[in-house]
């Protein structure tokens, strides 16, 4: 009597597979979450070209940070500051759209967290005043405003749109 061959071995799971995708409901429900707190600088910065008024722009930074340029039109709101100073500069009845440095840099996300607390409806810019700037924004000073010329790493050349 032949002993059957062995099955072949199954090739094992890339590592992008080793955990399989999230069914497409959940999936669904996640990143519409996603979006409800987190923006990106493309949407912000159309929306404010456009003239949106249906939110504020709040910058999280350091006064010093403030100083070297921000999103014109933004209010400067330390986040340090923000639980006694929000109400002071905000209407709890628009929302608003938090930035802090960048990427690497969890102050928008402290921000947004604590305006949320105070009852402000919140959503975090993602990227920061470091993609404004590299996706060729204008920033505000107090000597007027300045703009550097897009990174073609991080935004398309020749275009407002990026196609997303």
Avoid: N
Avoid at 5 to 11: D, K, Q, S, T
Avoid at 95 to 115: I, M, Q, S
Avoid at 116 to 140: F, S, T
Wanted: proline share 10%; hydrophobic share 45%; with cysteine.
């Amino acid at each position: 009597m032949t002993t059957p061959a062995p099955a072949p071995a199954e090739a094992p799971a890339s590592r992008v597979m080793a955990v399989p995708p999230a069914p497409s409901a959940d999936a669904a429900a996640y990143f519409a979450a996603r979006l409800a707190f987190h923006t990106d600088v493309a949407d912000v910065h159309a929306a404010l070209a456009a003239g949106a008024e249906d939110f504020v722009v709040v910058d999280s930074r350091s006064t010093g940070a403030w100083d070297q340029g921000r999103v014109p039109g933004a209010v400067h709101l330390p986040t340090a500051q923000i639980p006694q100073l929000a109400r002071q500069f905000l209407d709890p009845a628009v929302p608003v759209v938090v930035y802090c440095w960048g990427p690497g840099c969890d102050g928008a996300t402290r921000a947004a967290l604590a305006l949320a607390r105070l009852g402000y409806r919140v959503k975090e810019m993602l990227g920061g005043i470091e993609y404004w700037i590299r996706e060729g924004c204008a920033v505000e000073t107090a000597d007027g405003t300045r703009q550097l010329p897009p990174d073609p790493l991080t935004a398309p050349l020749g275009t407002d749109d990026c196609g997303c």
